[in-house]
């Protein structure tokens, strides 16, 4: 089965920074990786998919990169809807996905 | 515009049977793989499985296989989830969801439903 492994679990930041969270599979998984975000009491929301390519409607602040087997998702300038949890996800075609544990994102 | 609507909230005892839907509109049903997806507090987001409704085709996680079933109905653009015998581990969220496009891998998602909150207790 191919893990993910997600750092930091919980990221305190203020808005206006710069962060960036880490995905890291057990084997090579390049470049089917996507991001999420998710709201308390809200469905997730798909941010990036094969590891760089912004979903639709997604603010440019967001951003993707990465290879192999380590992603990373950078937010630039944090806004104040950005707080929320972020989860990476790796997928094929037809081969089951498997979701990182997630990152909380709070505000300092 | 694409929708997946679920069934309600459901509260069920261990060992009972359960069988939630998503119903899909707004898009070609047949053409698009619809995944579920569960969610708990400890586990977090776990992939289950997909089915394509053209043809029923199905591909589950293994930590899935054979502990649960997806399913369709075409003529009502509905797909299922279904448990034979619930056990207290199951509750959690669970969300059906698409892909934006045929040319995207099925198993990524941009649309999803509202989730469905299953209890199972005694």
């Known amino acids: 089965d191919i893990q993910m492994t997600q750092s930091p679990s919980t990221l305190s930041a203020s808005a206006g920074d710069s962060v960036t969270i880490t995905c890291r599979a057990n084997?090579?998984?390049?470049?089917?990786l996507a991001w999420y975000q998710q709201k308390p009491g809200k469905a997730p929301n798909l941010l990036i998919k094969?590891?760089?390519i912004l979903d639709d409607g997604v603010p440019t602040r967001f951003s993707g990169s990465g290879s192999g087997t380590e992603f990373t998702l950078t937010i630039s300038s944090l806004q104040p809807d950005d707080f929320a949890t972020y989860y990476c996800q790796q997928y094929d075609n037809y081969y089951p996905g498997t979701f990182g544990q997630g990152t909380k994102v709070e505000l300092k | 515009e694409v929708q997946l609507v679920q069934s309600g909230a459901e509260v069920k005892k261990p060992g009972e049977s359960l069988k939630i839907s998503c119903e899909a509109s707004g898009y070609p049903f047949t053409a698009y793989w619809i995944g579920w997806v569960r969610q708990t507090p400890e586990k977090g987001l776990e992939w289950m499985g997909i089915?394509?409704?053209?043809?029923?085709?199905?591909r589950y996680s293994p930590s899935f296989q054979g502990q649960v079933t997806i399913s369709v109905d075409r003529s009502i653009r509905t797909a299922y989830l279904q448990w034979s015998s619930l056990k207290a581990s199951d509750t959690a969220i669970y969300y059906c969801?698409?892909?934006?496009?045929?040319?995207?891998?099925?198993?990524?998602?941009?649309?999803w439903g509202q989730g469905t909150l299953v209890t199972v207790s005694s």
């Open positions: 084997q090579t998984i390049d470049p089917w």
């Open positions: 969801a698409r892909a934006r496009s045929v040319y995207d891998s099925p198993g990524v998602f941009a649309y």
């Open positions: 089915i394509y409704p053209d043809d029923s085709d199905t």
């Open positions: 094969r590891a760089s």
